[in-house]
C-alpha cells in the first residue's frame, strides 16, 4: 500500500501542472513579502503602501478608522475565500487524469498483481492525491500567513483552519472525479460534471430567496437537491467566518457535503472492486 502511495505522489510530482501550482504558490507569496508594506506605529496600522504606491482613499485618512488587527484579518479572509475557490478548481483539473492513468490496460493489470487487496490499491491512490493537495496548499496559505503575520505582528492562528476546510471540500469533490473516472474512465466528463456541480451549488446558496418563487412541486425538487448534492459554494461563508475567527454560524453546509463524499467514496470503491478489467 505504501508502494502505491509512493507510486502516485511520484506520479503527480513528475507532472508539470503540479510544479505550475507550486511556482505559482511560490510567486503569489514571493509577490506579496515585496509588496506589502505596512507602517506601524505603537501597534496601530498608520499607513498603507502596495508595490511602494500609498494606499488612497477618498477621506483624509487613507485608512480610515481600519484597526491593525482589522486589516490582518480582513486581508487573511479574502485570501481564505480565494484560495478555497482557485486552489480547488486547479486541484481538481491538476489530479483528475490520474486516476484513468492508473486504469490504462496494462498499468492495471500490472497494479492488480500485486499482492494488495483492489480496495487498499485505490485507497492509496487517493491517499497520495490528498497529501499531495494538502501539501500545495498548507505551503501556499501558509507561507501567505507567516509573511503577513511577520510584516504586521499579528499571528492571527485562526486562518491556517481554512486549509482544513480547502482540504475536506476539495476531498469531498474528488470523490466525483474518482467515482467518474472508474466508471466511465474519462477525465473530461469527470471534470465537466464536477465543475457543473460547483455551479449549481452557486444556485442552490440562494434558496433562501429562489424557493419560495418556485412553484411546490418543483420546490420540493430543488430542495431535496440542495440537501443532497455538496453544498460548494454555501461553504465558502463557513471558511470566511473560520477565518476570520468568527461564529459559524450553520454547519450544515459542510456537513451535508461530507455525507455526500461519504457516498459517493462507498460507490467508487464499490465500482472499483467488482470491475473487470
Known sequence: MFGILLLTLRELTAKKITLGLFLMSTLIWVLLSFALNLDIVDGTLAGLRIFGQEAQESGNNPLGDTSLLKFVVGAQTAVAGASYWIGILLALFATAPLINNM???GRIDLLLSKPISRPKLLLSHVLGVLLVVFLLATYLMGMIWLVMSIKSGVWHTQFLSAIVMVMLMFAVMYSI?????VT???????????YGLIFCSIIFAAKDQLAMQINPPW??????LYHALPN???????????????????????????????????LAFFQFNRKDF
Do not use: D, M
Request: glycine residues 8%.
Open 219 to 224: 420546490r420540493q425538487v430543488y430542495l431535496g
Open 103 to 105: 486504469l490504462e490496460r
Open 177 to 181: 472525479v474518482l467515482l467518474l473516472g
Open 232 to 266: 460548494f459554494a454555501e461553504v465558502t461563508k463557513t471558511v470566511v467566518q473560520l477565518a476570520g475567527g468568527e461564529t459559524v454560524e450553520t454547519w450544515y453546509p459542510l456537513f451535508s457535503s461530507l455525507l455526500f463524499g461519504a457516498v459517493v467514496y462507498a
Open 184 to 194: 466511465t474512465q474519462s477525465t473530461a466528463l469527470s471534470l465537466i460534471v464536477t
